[in-house]
């Protein structure tokens, strides 16, 4: 069954360290974004990519890079300069213009320690 | 601009309804909506197009009001399995070219608990 996939599923990091998380897809989707969950404060978008090798900001891209070399495929890291980066991290994918809907993946949570 | 829901909770017993509003200060092209459970991933339930159309999944419906930057969702005789949060999702009109860039801002969430 096609789906999306993101690991680990709970992630400890130290202050200081950059971590990664993946995502990976097998739905053919164009399209992948990456958002953050606040308690309260719904899904904020971090980064998404529409094509392989090109991404763009979302609205709260600071501390946050990623890549896109396959289309499967949409890592992202947390780097040290992410002042509060304790949060649940959510990978979704979709076809070009999201005309059918998003597929999350079922998470990452993130602690920092 | 994060769209804004309304109201923020509901709490049901089984069978009854509930409205959940959705609103934009900004034009709108589709709207999408989905259901969270807690600690899992957000699911898809519909997506509403310019237009004014309204869709349906099973005892849940919505409509899109693109002149009033408005969306609802409608569920009817709830059932327990329909707790949880639910978003709705915003999408600004295409570019010049025509294309969407599918790029959703989420609301805050409205929390919907269904009681026997």
């Known amino acids: 069954d096609g789906g999306i996939t993101q690991s680990p599923k709970y992630l400890f990091r130290k202050e200081g360290q950059n971590v990664t998380l993946s995502c990976e897809q097998n739905?053919?989707?164009?399209?992948m974004y990456w958002y953050r969950q606040d308690p309260g404060q719904g899904l904020r978008l971090i980064y998404y990519?529409?094509?392989?090798?090109?991404?763009q900001k979302g609205d709260i891209a600071e501390g946050y890079s990623v890549s896109r070399e396959k289309k499967e495929s949409f890592p992202l890291t947390v780097t040290s300069a992410q002042k509060n980066p304790t949060a649940f991290y959510l990978c979704?994918?979709?076809?070009?213009?999201?005309?059918?809907?998003?597929?999350f993946g079922s998470g990452t949570r993130l602690t920092v320690v | 601009q994060q769209p804004v829901q309304s109201p923020q909770a509901v709490i049901l017993r089984e069978g009854e309804d509930a409205v959940i509003n959705c609103s934009s200060s900004?034009?709108?092209?589709?709207v999408h909506w989905y259901r969270q459970k807690h600690g899992e991933a957000p699911v898809f339930l519909m997506i509403?197009?310019?237009?004014?159309e309204q869709k349906g999944h099973e005892k849940i419906s919505a409509s899109f009001n693109e002149k009033k930057q408005q969306s609802s969702l409608y569920l009817t005789a709830s059932q327990l399995s329909y707790s949880g949060t639910y978003f709705c999702?915003?999408?600004?009109?295409?570019?010049?070219?025509?294309?969407?860039?599918?790029?959703?801002?989420f609301g805050q969430g409205t929390i919907l608990t269904v009681h026997p």
């Open positions: 509403l197009l310019k237009g004014g």
């Open positions: 990519s529409q094509i392989v090798n090109d991404f």
């Open positions: 739905l053919n989707h164009d399209a």
């Open positions: 979704a994918s979709s076809v070009a213009d999201g005309g059918y809907g998003y597929t």
């Open positions: 900004k034009a709108l092209y589709s």
């Open positions: 999702g915003t999408d600004p009109p295409p570019n010049a070219g025509g294309t969407s860039y599918g790029k959703l801002t």
